[in-house]
């Protein structure tokens, strides 16, 4: 059975994550406690140089496992995105966010983590980084390029950003 995003709306409240992809409903298990230190820490990283890069590099908000609309059968949840300056949605945040980031974990299949990469990239998204806690990697997805990073993972839409992997998944 397939739902639109009105019925995945009126879904009563469970414990975990779930996410709309393509109209599939994927119920995830809660958080590991790595991955919610990694999102913390990443999200700390995140913020001042998105406040000192602002409006003017195009960025909104920094936020943690905020759900984003996308199209008639999509909501997905990044563990950490930053919004566009100009990111359209009264409810809900519409379209992708300038940058979402995923942090692996045992539940995802690689058809899940392609099919987010290619959604948020297809609807106005500019970075998906997808990290991996296990191999203390980061893959950087960009429209038409991909980069693995493995010491220090840099951003062409944050200027100037460098996070140190060793001490994002220490």
């Known amino acids: 059975m397939t739902l639109t995003f009105e019925e995945f709306e009126q879904l009563p409240g469970e414990p975990g994550k779930m996410e709309l992809l393509d109209g599939e409903l994927i119920r995830l298990p809660p958080a590991m406690r790595r991955d919610s230190r990694i999102a913390h820490r990443l999200y700390d990283m995140l913020m001042t140089p998105?406040?000192?890069?602002?409006?003017?590099?195009?960025?909104?908000?920094?936020?943690?496992?905020?759900?984003?609309?996308?199209?008639?059968?999509?909501?997905?949840?990044?563990h950490v995105s930053i919004e566009h300056a100009d990111q359209p949605g009264d409810e809900y945040s519409e379209g992708a966010p300038a940058l979402a980031v995923e942090i692996i974990s045992k539940s995802n299949t690689a058809e899940q983590v392609e099919y987010k990469v290619q959604t948020y990239l297809a609807n106005g998204g500019i970075e998906v980084w997808v990290m991996y806690s296990k191999t203390r990697s980061a893959w950087v997805f960009r429209q038409g390029h991909a980069e693995e990073f493995r010491d220090v993972l840099r951003s062409e839409i944050i200027p100037g950003l460098r996070i140190d992997l060793g001490a994002l998944f220490a």
């Open 50 to 78: 998105v406040d000192q890069a602002g409006p003017a590099a195009g960025l909104g908000e920094v936020y943690m496992g905020m759900g984003f609309k996308i199209g008639l059968r999509d909501w997905l949840q990044p």
